[in-house]
């Protein structure tokens, strides 16, 4: 079965403090995997997509790597603004554009 | 920029009661989507629209029913609401359902069904 497990839950973080969000994934083939930030009361953002393990995207303080079975999303000396809810999700081949996604890290940066 | 927008926000229902999620995008996409967030649980697909024309269920179909009415909207209807339904619920759409495509969300909708 597809899963996708995000760890850890909730990181509190100090500004400046970096640190990565891990994203493990069993799917039979993968097409690609998606990061999304989430802000309270807000529809999910799209930040990366990454297609084959090796691959890295970077945005900001923020940089994607894809392994063959895990993401990580690291982030580089954090602001109190880049905190959010972190989510993952995983894209099958044959799977129609069905998205699976996990539960997400909730990150608090403080000042 | 409008993108997708959900009405209404916030809906209290009783147990039984009927009532309809309003979601329309001004992107131009061909593919749509219902999914519902819970605590614990991640987002899941109920309903989605590959385009104009054509409804598929997605993974949490059941006590819900949808419509695309052009190519712009796409509603959610819970014909008999229960307790199990109160959840967040997020429309969504994508220029076409292929890899590579970003998915754009609207802002939600806080359901609660007493």
């Known amino acids: 079965e597809d899963q996708v497990t995000q760890s850890p839950e909730a990181l509190r973080l100090q500004e400046g403090e970096s640190s990565s969000l891990n994203c493990s994934y069993t799917?039979?083939?993968?097409?690609?995997l998606f990061w999304y930030r989430q802000d309270p009361g807000k529809g999910p953002e799209f930040l990366f997509t990454?297609?084959?393990a090796g691959e890295e995207k970077e945005k900001e303080r923020l940089k994607a790597t894809l392994t063959k079975k895990e993401s990580f999303l690291h982030i580089t000396a954090p602001k109190p603004e880049d905190s959010a809810t972190y989510l993952c999700?995983?894209?099958?081949?044959?799977?129609?554009?069905?998205?699976?996604f996990g539960t997400g890290t909730l990150l608090a940066v403080q000042p | 920029n409008a993108g997708v927008t959900q009405t209404p926000k916030f809906q209290v229902l009783k147990t039984g009661q009927s009532m309809t999620l309003q979601c329309a995008q001004d992107?131009?996409?061909?593919?749509m989507y219902w999914y519902r967030q819970d605590p614990g649980m991640g987002l899941r697909l109920i309903y989605y629209?590959?385009?104009?024309?054509t409804t598929d269920k997605g993974e949490v179909p059941n006590g819900y029913n949808v419509s695309r009415l052009n190519k712009r909207e796409f509603s959610l209807r819970l014909e008999s609401a229960a307790p199990s339904q109160t959840s967040v619920y997020f429309c969504?759409?994508?220029?076409?359902w292929g890899l590579g495509d970003t998915i754009y969300f609207g802002e939600g909708s806080w359901l609660t069904v007493v």
């Open positions: 999700a995983v894209q099958a081949w044959g799977a129609t554009n069905k998205l699976i």
């Open positions: 990454l297609y084959s």
């Open positions: 799917v039979s083939g993968l097409r690609g």
């Open positions: 992107m131009n996409h061909n593919s």
């Open positions: 629209s590959a385009s104009e024309g």
């Open positions: 969504a759409s994508s220029e076409a």
